[in-house]
């Protein structure tokens, strides 16, 4: 096999994003993630290592399907995305003979650890909530956060979490806009690709803080622009920081709060990758290569995403139909458990706007198609 044809080997909690970014630039990937939906399937070799009931890579399981499809000296390299930020051991055991695009799992562990970023980000005089690595003697208005966890799912206001917990930190509830920036760096700097405005689960889940979905092509001031890419220029300088990242902020009378940095590609970069000629996936593998596009493109649309969750326990057959504007469909013959991702819906508009409002009128379509199911 010659070395333009190995595949990539993309491992992920869900790979089907960064898979159908470098389909789009002809780049060979194999694939193994949480949930094989078909979507993925179609554009790869995909393997399911995850415990299903938990929801987390099994370790053996998950190195096994890598030797398999993707051997040491017969892979162009690995790229990852979430599942693995508090799991570094395990991601420098999948590095093991392969070429890394991406973070190198010891800045994944600093930068993950609420006792290294957050006096990292006082060291640069950037502000964020406060942050305790003690549970307040007075918990209201604070949150309880896992350390190393992503997406949300973890995080629950402090007094409801219970005291035997482990691995927690606890950070002070701020009020503002929900926002996030994906951008690329090459070790030195950083490109903004865009921002975000993102969107909870909602009470009616369990967990009620868990990603839900988001816009892209947000349009904020010069003021707050300025500030968050000096922001990032600083972290990506002083970290070597590689690749597509996403930092999470809060935004309130312009002031910027930042929550967390997530040093690996984010669910939003499909929400500009058909925006750059090849993909971003191929922009991914440059800015760990040291290249940075020289500017942004124009966008073409403003485009939305949202998880729906399940209201109850689903077994999905070949009859559930879902309409061309869902992406991560679970294959024939899955189980979907009460309050697991069923599928992801997505939207586009001539705004940030209206990508939300045409968003919100198919979670509308997609509550009915699923209640007709259900019937």
């Known amino acids: ?50 415990v ?33 930020e508090d799991r570094t051991t395990l991601l420098a055991r999948l590095c093991a003979g392969r070429r890394l695009y ?3 799992p010891r800045t994944v562990a600093a930068l993950k650890d609420p006792a290294c970023f957050f006096p990292l980000l006082d060291e640069l005089g950037i502000a964020h909530p406060e942050v305790r690595l003690e549970r ?54 950083a490109h903004v690709i865009g921002f975000n405005e993102q969107w909870y689960a909602g009470q009616l889940q369990p967990a009620p803080f868990a990603y839900g979905g988001a816009v892209g092509g947000l349009r904020l001031s010069a003021e707050v622009r300025s500030a968050i890419t000096a922001a990032l220029n600083d972290l990506v ?10 930092l999470d902020f809060l935004l309130r009378d312009n002031r910027v709060s930042v929550l967390e940095i997530n040093p690996r590609p984010t669910s939003t970069m499909e929400l500009y990758d058909a ?13 760990c290569d040291g290249e940075l596009p020289s500017s942004p493109p124009k966008p073409l649309v403003a485009r939305a995403h949202a998880i729906v969750f399940a209201a109850r326990g689903i077994h999905v057959d070949a009859t559930l139909g879902l309409p061309d504007w869902c992406s ?10 009460a309050g697991a ?9 001539r705004s940030a706007e209206h990508a939300a409002h045409n968003l919100r009128r198919r979670r509308r379509q997609m509550a009915d198609i699923l209640n007709a199911e259900a019937a």
């Open 52 to 84: 299903a009931h938990s929801l987390q890579f099994d370790e053996a399981l998950l190195l096994r399907e890598a030797d398999d499809l993707a051997p040491s000296g017969r892979c162009a390299g690995l790229v990852y995305g979430s599942g693995f």
């Open 136 to 189: 307040p003697a007075r918990q209201e208005g604070w949150l309880a956060k896992r350390v190393g966890a992503c997406g949300g799912g973890h995080v629950l206001p402090a007094h409801r979490c219970p005291e035997d917990t482990a691995d927690l930190y606890f950070q002070r509830f701020e009020r503002g806009r929900s926002l996030s920036v994906l951008f690329l760096a090459n070790g030195r700097r």
């Open 328 to 337: 991560d469909r679970p294959a024939p013959d899955t189980y979907i458990a």
């Open 1 to 50: 096999m010659s070395p333009e044809t190995l595949p990539y080997l993309i491992t992920a909690a869900s790979g089907r994003a960064l898979t159908a970014s470098a389909a789009r630039g002809g780049h060979a990937v194999v694939v193994i993630d949480y949930f094989a939906d078909t979507d993925t399937r179609a554009t790869a070799t995909v393997r399911r290592a995850a």
């Open 341 to 349: 991702p069923l599928c992801t819906i997505h939207a586009a508009g």
């Open 102 to 104: 991406g973070n190198a």
């Open 275 to 287: 925006d750059y000629p090849g993909g971003l996936f191929a922009w991914h593998l440059a800015a």
């Open 237 to 246: 300088s002083t970290t070597g920081l590689v690749g597509i990242n996403g």
